[in-house]
């Protein structure tokens, strides 16, 4: 037999979905506004906004004083803090945990030591803190699990994570008991997300996201969502060959990006240069410094070109510890145009950030974001 609620519910449930979202990005508006803005009737929304009121989710802010005539708007707005979620991310020998509100500001935030070697350990210590969070924040909607490697997020399968030595793990299910929401993914893929909301970008442009630190990653966002290609390894720039006689990467080829501009490797080309010399350390060498900062820029500018014919992306966003470096920023800028064709360089903005995103947050994005999807 027909279940002939099912249709009914399941809008009902998708519109809610987009009064959220909206909610989210606007931040203070009115019902009248969202029923414009989302194209649904005014009595389906006050619906909606009634029954988030009762829930103590969303609440009233007041009448705006109007000088029109008709029926006066009343303010309303998300109580962010009534929708939680939560972040954690493995690295090696460290994990970072962070739960935020629904509009991505910190709550709660801690940093531990542990052992990553081993999966089965590891993932039983992340089970424990995750059943913690959830005693102790009835507000919490779900948590995010990141790691570095090649991650089926659908499953929530690690197929293989140079950085940790794992492969063909399950990340899932030695941690789902009583967690309503969970997911696994790979951290790079996360701070996408949150490079796009924290620059204000249009979600309904294509946007790359590069990450440079203990390795190169990136991640594509188009539409609003991570593309994470038909094996998922979408988005690994870490690995595009720069220079075939340059150092050996762990994939086994030889001058990938990540060989050449990740912090390992450019820490070791400043200690190569003059013993001693860090990026910490940099006013000891300036000069030297420079020098090197011109040649990390260089070989990014050839990933960017690449990026930018191959992918076509309106915006790449440049996250790495020397983006506040003029030389390193204007050698990438320069090679990047000489690497693709002007019309594609003149049609994509380069963003070297100034503050560095935190996957942490970018992975308790990630469980909004799929809160907010639509089902069905």
Not at 106 to 133: H, R
Not at 273 to 296: F, H, I, T
């Amino acid at each position: 037999m027909k279940d002939t609620g099912k249709g009914p519910a399941l809008l009902r449930l998708n519109n809610e979905k987009r009064v959220m979202t909206a909610l989210r990005h606007q931040r203070v508006t009115s019902r009248q506004d969202l029923s414009r803005a989302l194209a649904l009737s005014k009595n389906t929304v006050s619906l909606i906004i009634d029954d988030l009121i009762a829930t103590g989710r969303v609440e009233e802010r007041g009448a705006v004083t109007s000088s029109g005539v008709g029926r006066r708007k009343i303010e309303i707005a998300l109580r962010p803090e009534m929708l939680q979620t939560a972040g954690i991310m493995v690295e090696r020998q460290r994990v970072h945990m962070r739960v935020c509100d629904y509009f991505s500001q910190v709550l709660e935030e801690k940093s531990w030591q542990t052992q990553t070697q081993a999966p089965g350990p590891l993932l039983a210590e992340l089970a424990q803190c995750c059943q913690q969070l959830a005693l102790a924040r009835p507000a919490l909607l779900g948590i995010a699990l990141g790691f570095p490697g090649i991650i089926d997020p659908q499953r929530g399968w690690m197929h293989h994570s140079s950085h940790l030595g794992w492969s063909e793990t399950n990340l899932l299910a030695p941690v789902q008991a009583g967690i309503t929401l969970l997911l696994a993914m790979n951290s790079v893929k996360a701070a996408a997300l949150l490079s796009v909301q924290q620059l204000r970008l249009d979600p309904s442009d294509n946007c790359f996201y590069l990450r440079v630190a203990e390795g190169v990653g990136g991640a594509l966002v188009r539409g609003g969502s991570v593309y994470t290609g038909s094996s998922w390894t979408a988005g690994e720039v870490g690995h595009l060959t720069i220079d075939s006689q340059g150092p050996r990467c762990t994939c086994g080829r030889n001058g990938c990006l990540e060989t050449l501009i990740s912090i390992p490797a450019v820490q070791r080309q400043f200690a190569e240069r003059v013993p001693g010399l860090s990026w910490e350390k940099r006013e000891c060498a300036p000069e030297m410094v420079d020098e090197l900062m011109v040649q990390a820029g260089d070989r990014l500018g050839i990933a960017l070109g690449q990026i930018m014919l191959l992918l076509n992306p309106a915006n790449i966003v440049v996250d790495a510890p020397w983006s506040h470096h003029p030389r390193f920023v204007a050698a990438a800028q320069q090679r990047a145009q000489s690497s693709a064709l002007g019309f594609t360089v003149q049609h994509t903005r380069l963003h070297f950030l100034q503050e560095r995103i935190d996957p942490v947050t970018g992975l308790a994005l990630a469980v909004i974001e799929r809160y907010e999807s639509p089902v069905g």
